[in-house]
């Protein structure tokens, strides 16, 4: 079974640039989640879907931040300007339903200069 | 808002030895998590306890809960340097099992 696909793997941009994230969950789960991971910190969940549908974004930085899964499958995170503390790994992952065990992808490193 | 709390937040023990984590937490939970981060392989989930289970047992692992004191412990048996990582423990205190986690423990196997 294949896992969480996420790319890019790595980018570094200046600040106020914009960037996109993309992320392929494991077929056929319904929840996928978007997380922030600042070095030497938990994850930090910053979007759920269920479907195509947010379940929670409340600690989605809204001016900046946006995030989309249109045919409830892949989705998108964007940022856009970014800022220098928005440095961190991206992550997304996966789970069947929502009250199952999530997987997580490889993440994305975002340096913010 | 971080739940969960890990302890202690480095930990470096010799191949073979028994390595302990402890991890507390704040409100109700339905259930807690344990995963392990390494550069190579990410975040993989290790083990799922529910709120109404006191130990539970995968491979070399062992996980305690006891609600009443909002804590857990995970116990590696005779490590190994691929145990080398940060563990991590999570709590879906909410309505929709969102995750809530800790800053982690950073485990070190010396040879």
């Known amino acids: 079974e294949a896992g969480v696909a996420q790319s890019p793997r790595y980018k570094i941009i200046e600040k106020r640039q914009s960037v996109a994230f993309w992320c392929n969950p494991i077929?056929?789960?319904?929840?996928l989640y978007w997380y922030q991971q600042i070095l030497g910190q938990g994850p930090k969940l910053l979007i759920q879907?269920?479907?195509?549908?947010?379940?929670?974004d409340s600690q989605l930085p809204k001016d900046r931040f946006s995030a989309e899964r249109l045919k409830g499958v892949d989705s998108t995170l964007k940022i856009q300007p970014a800022k220098l503390e928005d440095s961190a790994v991206y992550l997304c992952?996966?789970?069947?339903?929502?009250?199952?065990?999530?997987?997580f992808g490889p993440g994305t490193r975002l340096t913010v200069l | 808002s971080q739940q969960g709390e890990e302890d202690p937040q480095a930990l470096s023990i010799q191949e073979g030895e028994n390595a302990t984590m402890n991890c507390s937490y704040k409100?109700?939970?339905?259930?807690l998590q344990w995963y392990r981060q390494n550069s190579g392989r990410g975040l993989v989930h290790l083990i799922l306890?529910?709120?109404n289970e006191r130990e539970k047992h995968s491979g070399r692992l062992r996980v305690t809960l006891d609600t009443s004191k909002k804590s857990s412990s995970l116990l590696i048996t005779a490590s190994r340097a691929a145990d080398t990582a940060s563990y991590f423990c999570?709590?879906?205190?909410?309505?929709?099992?969102?995750?809530?986690w800790g800053a982690g423990t950073k485990l070190i196997i010396k040879p």
């Open positions: 992952a996966s789970s069947l339903d929502w009250e199952d065990t999530q997987y």
């Open positions: 409100t109700s939970i339905n259930n």
């Open positions: 077929s056929g789960h319904a929840t």
């Open positions: 999570a709590t879906d205190a909410g309505s929709n099992y969102q995750l809530i």
């Open positions: 879907f269920q479907n195509n549908g947010v379940v929670d």
């Open positions: 306890i529910r709120s």
